[in-house]
């Protein structure tokens, strides 16, 4: 058996391991290119371009069919294009260089972690994220959203900066559901159990051999978890799986899916991420002095680690100042309706019994976490949290605020701009999000070391040497290769002999010359998907300009149970079936990140039109930036910050509305008046002379390059939170945890 090199196993054998799965019989590698084993249990290739062409040289229609799954590929590639390859010169360079390439990353002479002086141990795991989701990839589909992606880009953020950082979640066999539109335009969810052997993780051992197993005792019985990790680039993540013969049927499907609205589900869930997750990282003998908890489901960590130090002889008030120290959290919630409450009832059904090993009595317990409602009390998962850590943040600017005053009440002296709740903006993992021929563009006139220096506005400026003709090219390009993947899709749908209006409404008939307009997220009501078909003869005039088409491109999954985002799907669908719209509205089934990629590189135009302040901040719209596509959204999240009025569109203004009615009013009539006046006639207006480039639309581009790139990348956020949150729990600071932006 081949052993991966990285893993704690050969170093110090008495502690937990990993070891590179089996490739079936008939599927072993030869030698000259076995390492493509190591490479595909490491998320590394999947941001690395000449990495993923290993990949999908040896059987591309293959590596589409599996979703971009090296494991499975190589699982399932014929022997004879395997050996096709190891007579590749040319392969075989790429192969070494990559080799090469990687090596150099996993094991640096130094990382911008080892030279930044922040007196913080190196120990691997001292920092340690939980988080439900976790968006490194489309192979592995255990994510639902903007939540998952940003612990994704995060992880790879850490990694690439050189955290001693682990990550811990879950893995959901059945993963997220995969999305099917009827001809009527009801949303199915479809979910694939997937063979565990095929994905990129590996089970985490005892040294004798066995699975490790940890135990978490839900409601009085004893539920057993195994381990699987994934390797993201340096760092590790963890993740919990539940489907054991150990445990009884039901308990075998806890892990099954993202975000059950089964309550009882729900908090054991919670209980095997906070719980379980502790006792993971102590079996791993880990020993993270940072506790990260990304948004409040893995709450009940904090319990756990109380229980852990009063059992050890540590009085509670004690314990508590400690684990406060030594927590950093982490809320993405603006509307106090979107916070996890659980009721009594349930509290009592599972914590009945732990609360006496707290050395606490059933009310005391619940005051951990009480929230007052007017139907009684509940116990409240992101005040568990706030109260709990000693270092809080919001994701953008505006959430703070909102944050601020909307928690308030958990801090009766303090007014509200005093509430110690800060704000990290969010931002995006740009090797990840970005195309390859934008890398190239950036390779070639900022200089090869970009990578390194992404977060430094003073490299971005080098935005303005890139030729309009050259980027206009890969603008266009890249539209043209999103268009085909749609119309291939769309052509796929018809043989299979869907509806040919279905067809049609998946994107038959797009145009490559087309101003193409992107609208892809959530189906929750407040992102209002709605908004632009407000008034559709308006629309109508707009789409069939004389000369001056525009198309509008829409994907997003509302969550199973959400009755009116599977409703907003639906009128969506519907009108987008009118045939007076020529087929220039489209609907893309199934968005995941693969999708997504190809949208925030291909559109024109990034639309987003979130009802403020709610959304907290949103990522879409800066994996689009990076792309040279223009946003035009309303000044809610992150882009109230990265809009400078030369870099894109602001909907609406900065206005606190009180009817909701009057603020989609005024917010539809501002988006059809700037769509009509100045998005439009800028995209169209053509230099005859230099090619029929736009010259001022690609001004727009540059100046929205130049000013975002920096400002929002996992590059700037990782390193706020590590000098911000990070360290000065180590250092015992107490932090400045309250307006550091
Ligand atoms: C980036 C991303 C999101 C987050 O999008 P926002 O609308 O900006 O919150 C959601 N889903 C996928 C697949 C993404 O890639």
Redesign the pocket.
């Known amino acids: 058996m081949l052993s991966e090199p990285f893993t704690q196993a050969q170093a110090r054998p008495e502690l937990p391991y990993t070891d590179l799965a089996h490739l079936p019989p008939g599927v072993s590698l030869p030698r000259r290119i076995d390492r493509l084993r190591e490479l595909a249990y490491n998320f590394w290739w999947s941001w690395n371009d000449p990495a993923q062409r290993l990949f999908s040289a040896l059987d591309l229609e293959l590596w589409n069919a599996v979703r971009h799954n090296p494991v499975k590929l190589l699982r399932q590639v014929r022997r004879k294009q395997i050996n096709a390859v190891t007579h590749d010169k040319r392969y075989l360079e790429i192969y070494d260089r990559v080799m090469a390439d990687f090596d150099g990353y996993i094991n640096p002479a130094a990382t911008w972690f080892s030279t930044a002086h922040l007196d913080f141990t190196s120990a691997p795991g001292s920092i340690a994220y939980f988080s439900t989701e976790f ?1 490194l990839h489309e192979s592995l589909p255990i994510y639902a ?2 939540l998952g ?1 940003l612990s994704g880009d995060h992880s790879k953020g850490a990694s690439d900066l050189g955290l001693p950082f682990v990550g811990v979640g879950f893995l959901y066999e059945q993963g997220y559901f995969r999305q099917r539109i009827s001809e009527d335009g009801w949303q199915e969810a479809l979910y694939d159990r997937t063979d565990l052997a095929d994905l990129p993780v590996l089970l985490v051992r005892e040294p004798a051999g066995k699975a490790l197993l940890i135990p978490v005792e839900i409601a009085g019985r004893t539920v057993f978890v195994r381990v699987w990790k994934a390797q993201v680039g340096r760092i590790p993540v963890y993740l919990m799986d539940s489907n054991l013969e150990q445990n009884s049927p039901a308990d075998r499907e806890l892990t099954g899916r993202l975000y059950s609205s089964d309550a009882d589900v729900r908090v054991s869930q919670e209980i095997v991420l906070g719980i379980g997750g502790v006792r993971l990282l102590r079996a791993l003998r880990l020993e993270p002095q940072v506790w990260h908890m990304n948004e409040g489901h893995s709450a009940f960590l904090v319990l756990e680690r109380l229980r852990e130090k009063v059992a050890a002889g540590e009085s509670l008030e004690s314990a508590q100042a400690s684990v406060c120290a030594s927590t950093v959290f982490t809320t993405h919630t603006p509307v106090p309706a979107g916070n996890e409450t659980f009721p009594i009832w349930l509290m009592d059904k599972y914590f009945s019994g732990y609360w006496d090993a707290l050395g606490l009595d059933r009310d005391r317990f619940i005051d951990l976490a009480r929230l007052d409602q007017s139907w009684g009390p509940a116990f409240s998962m992101p005040i568990l949290a706030l109260r709990n850590s000693g270092h809080r943040n919001a994701v953008s600017e505006l959430h703070g605020e909102v944050s601020r005053k909307m928690w308030q009440f958990l801090w009766p002296d303090v007014p509200a701009e005093d509430v110690p709740i800060g704000s990290i903006t969010n931002g995006v993992h740009a090797a990840t999000w970005l195309a390859r021929r934008m890398k190239s563009l950036f390779t070639h006139y900022l200089g090869p070391n970009w990578p390194e220096a992404l977060d430094d506005p003073a490299l971005w400026e080098k935005v303005r040497d890139i030729p309009d003709e050259e980027l206009w090219e890969v603008r266009r390009h890249l539209k043209r290769k999103m268009l085909a993947f749609f119309r291939d899709r769309a052509r796929e749908m018809w043989m299979r002999h869907v509806h040919p209006v279905q067809v049609l409404a998946a994107g038959a008939l797009l145009d490559n010359n087309a101003l193409t307009i992107g609208f892809a ?2 189906f929750a009501t407040y992102k209002r998907a709605g908004l632009l078909l407000r008034d559709s003869d308006r629309l109508m005039r707009l789409v069939h300009r004389p000369g001056q088409p525009v198309q509008f491109v829409f994907a997003g999954k509302a969550h199973p149970a959400d009755e009116p985002g599977k409703l907003l799907i639906q009128q969506l669908y519907r009108n987008i079936k009118r045939a007076e719209w020529g087929g220039r509205l489209v609907f893309i089934e199934d ?3 693969s999708i ?1 990629r190809f949208m925030v590189q291909g559109v024109d135009v990034w639309l987003n039109t979130p009802r403020r302040p709610q959304e907290a901040s ?4 800066q ?1 689009a930036a990076i792309n040279g596509v223009l946003n035009l959204s309303v000044l809610d999240g992150w882009w109230r910050e990265g809009y400078n009025g030369e870099n894109g569109w602001a909907i609406g203004e900065e206005i606190d509305y009180d009817n909701p009615d009057q603020q989609d009013a005024h917010d539809a009539e501002a988006l059809y008046s700037l769509l009509e006046n100045e998005v439009v006639p800028l995209y169209y207006d053509r230099d005859r002379d230099s090619g029929d480039v736009p010259l001022q639309w690609l001004r727009k581009i540059k100046e929205s390059i130049r000013s975002l790139a920096p400002a929002f990348s996992a590059r700037r956020m990782v390193k706020e939170y590590t000098e911000l949150m990070y360290a000065p729990v180590v250092n015992g600071n107490g932090g400045r945890s309250n307006n550091h932006r």
């Open positions: 968006g959203g903007g992606m997220r959530r968005y995941d990140a997504a949103g990522t879409s719209g994996k």
